[in-house]
């Protein structure tokens, strides 16, 4: 075992991950231990989150232990490594219309795995429990922004039924157990190391290779895209405060058109786009618009990166990964 470390150890769960590797640097740079784990799934290369960790690695304050979130052997070996202070759950089958495809995974990964987390936990005596939700669990509603107090018993694809279950566990298991937990729905995040299969990953990959760039729908659906420096502020606020149950969104609270976002990336990359208009995807809402008051009122947070600078940053990050 390594040693020199802090007082905290924290288990991050997909810690290779997007969102994982910005928090597991984060929480590393500041001095915390991280017991970071992650099932390097083939969802999408998995080397890809092999280099997204790469650095943290070599750092002693950071152990990283590969298995899925499914296995009690491989949660109890996380929660063998020292007392454990909290956990920062974001390992997730990812992706709502994968999901549509193979629900039983999903269902297996995001809900199951998600209780045997909360149940080690639970056992452990863990100061703080972090849950990463979704956007996705509103569905399709028609009362914007999107507020912590609307109702989510409506979503439109299994990856967002899944999520709804898992605040639903989390939920259980603080008033059951009196865990404190606080779960952060995600609005749309971009920034370094975003996902290859999300669009503004895609679409500059496609822009950089002089290719078009696939429309679905008639480009009226509008997101509310958040820059991974904000969500991993966001985190690292509700990780430290001392909230007992919460749910707390984490959005830019400024969404734009799929038109113009294809736009706004495109003169990011510095090119004229080329579109190909394709129908509506199943499962993909309409919108979505994040209120931020209450993360202001709670976490004295609230977005601080503009699309345009995120997407300045992020193609920056995508040429630099060319070269």
Known sequence: M????????????????????????????????????????PYYDPAIKRHNVSGLIEDERFELIEGDIRDPETVADAFDCGRITGVIHLAARAGVRPSIADPIDYVTTNVEGTVGLLEAARRSGVKRFIFGSSSSVYGAANQVPFSEDQRI??????????????????????????????????????????RPDLAINKFVRLLEA??????????????????INDIVRGVLAAYDSDLNWEIINL?????????????????AVGVEPRINVMNDQPGDVPRTYASVEK????????????????????????????E
């Open 2 to 41: 390594k040693d020199s470390y802090s007082d905290s150890t924290i288990i991050v769960t997909g810690a290779a991950g997007f969102i994982g590797s910005h928090v597991s640097e984060a929480l590393v740079q500041r001095g915390d231990r991280v017991i970071g784990l992650d099932s390097f799934d």
């Open 153 to 194: 018993d409506r979503p439109i694809s299994p990856y967002a039924a899944t999520k709804v279950a898992g605040e639903a566990h989390c939920y259980t298991h603080h008033h059951l157990y009196d865990l404190p937990v606080v779960v952060l729905r995600f609005f749309t995040v971009y920034g370094p190391r975003q």
């Open 210 to 227: 002089g290719e078009a760039i696939p429309q679905y729908g008639d480009g009226s659906s509008s997101r509310d895209y958040t820059f």
């Open 251 to 267: 959005g830019s609270s400024a969404p734009i058109r799929l038109d113009e976002m294809i736009g706004a990336v495109a003169e």
């Open 295 to 322: 993360a202001a009122r709670l976490l004295e947070w609230s977005p601080e990166w503009s699309l345009a600078d995120g997407l300045a940053e992020f193609v920056r990050w995508y040429r630099d990964r060319q």
